[in-house]
């Protein structure tokens, strides 16, 4: 499995992360279908250098032609002038592999869940977390997570 096999490579780096996108959706209990793997992580270099580490290990590449020192030095410049909200990594051989990281949220002012799939442990951002990040996005997908999240409050 996609998701067993990212988390794992993060894992190995010991990448401070949470899921945060439609497989954390789905794995607090509301029904989403989703390709890409959204995270967030704790903003500093080194875990921003261990992330791209452990994606080039899953032969992923970041979509921009950036290193990880740029996106961590530059991320509000990206953010602000770019509208830039993640930094993208895709496999080349297979495009449906794909891991997003959201620069607009810091690890370290969220609450992470722990669950299980697959015998392996899945970092996740709690339900109020997720629910903050999809409003402050107003994108209709977004919203309707909202909706699905609230109800299983």
């Not at 992470?112 to 996740?124: A, F, N, P, T």
Request: positive net charge.
């Amino acid at each position: 499995m996609w998701l067993i096999r990212v988390v794992e490579a993060l894992d190995r780096a010991r990448v401070a992360y949470a899921l945060v996108g439609g497989y954390a959706v789905a794995l607090h209990g509301a029904v989403r279908g989703t390709l890409d793997i959204d995270l967030v992580l704790r903003f500093s270099e080194k875990q921003f250098e261990a992330a791209a580490r452990a994606f080039r290990s899953l032969s992923l590449e970041p979509r921009l032609p950036v290193t990880a020192s740029e996106v961590f030095r530059f991320r509000e410049e990206y953010l602000r002038n770019r509208n830039l909200t993640a930094w993208t990594f895709v496999n080349p051989n297979r495009p449906s592999e794909i891991v997003d990281v959201v620069l607009t949220h810091d690890l370290s002012a969220m609450k992470v869940r722990r669950v299980r799939v697959e015998g392996r442990s899945i970092k996740l951002a709690s339900i109020d977390d997720l629910i903050r990040m999809k409003k402050a996005s107003g994108r209709p997908q977004d919203l309707e997570d909202v909706r699905a999240l609230e109800r299983l409050k």
